[in-house]
């Protein structure tokens, strides 16, 4: 699987999400080269990193989508919550595997699905956003963040 840039596409002109996608498209980065090479020990910090974010930046994207009354607000929590489960399901799978050459397995297969979950959320789910997010820009000063 291929390491993916930051394309104009995924932005939502909202630096506030941005970086933090950025941010996390850097971690998915982090876990295909990390899984390549079988490097266990940076797939050990892209899941403490993965769960990082899903604390910090899901919860500041939920509170956004309220803020600018986003109204599939419901269906794009729910995708937040299965990202979750997913992704623990994965940590656990590695965290048991029988053996070093299953855990590589294992790793490579997270660092799979992160990839394509990154890609297919942010440009399906997070991008409808875009055209609520200039309410926010529109908001006095104070409350524009
Ligand atoms: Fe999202
Ligand atoms: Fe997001």
Same mark, same amino acid.
């Given at each position: 699987?291929?390491?993916?840039?930051?394309? $104009?596409? %995924?932005?939502?002109?909202?630096? /506030?999400?941005?970086?933090? *996608?950025?941010?996390?498209?850097? !971690?998915?980065? &982090?876990?295909?080269?990390?899984?390549?090479?079988?490097?266990?020990?940076?797939?050990?910090?892209?899941?403490?990193?993965?769960?990082?974010?899903?604390?910090?930046?899901?919860?500041?994207?939920? $509170?956004? %989508?309220?803020?600018?009354?986003? /109204?599939?607000?419901?269906? *794009?929590?729910?995708?937040?919550? !299965?990202?979750? &489960?997913?992704?623990?399901?994965?940590?656990?799978?590695?965290?048991?595997?029988?053996?070093?050459?299953?855990?590589?397995?294992?790793?490579?297969?997270?660092?799979?699905?992160?990839?394509?979950?990154?890609?297919?959320?942010?440009?399906?789910?997070?991008?409808?956003?875009?055209?609520?997010?200039?309410?926010?820009?529109?908001?006095?000063?104070?409350?524009?963040?």
């Amino acid at each position: 699987m291929p390491i993916v840039s930051w394309r $104009d596409q %995924m932005s939502l002109n909202y630096p /506030p999400l941005d970086d933090e *996608h950025q941010d996390f498209l850097n !971690t998915v980065n &982090q876990a295909v080269v990390a899984a390549n090479a079988g490097d266990l020990q940076t797939m050990d910090e892209v899941f403490e990193k993965s769960y990082d974010y899903v604390r910090y930046h899901f919860a500041h994207e939920e $509170d956004v %989508m309220e803020r600018i009354r986003f /109204p599939d607000m419901e269906a *794009h929590m729910n995708a937040h919550q !299965t990202f979750i &489960q997913n992704i623990s399901e994965f940590r656990q799978k590695y965290e048991n595997a029988p053996n070093l050459t299953q855990k590589k397995k294992i790793a490579v297969d997270t660092a799979n699905f992160l990839n394509l979950w990154f890609l297919g959320h942010i440009l399906s789910r997070d991008k409808l956003l875009k055209p609520y997010l200039v309410r926010l820009r529109n908001l006095p000063p104070r409350m524009n963040y």
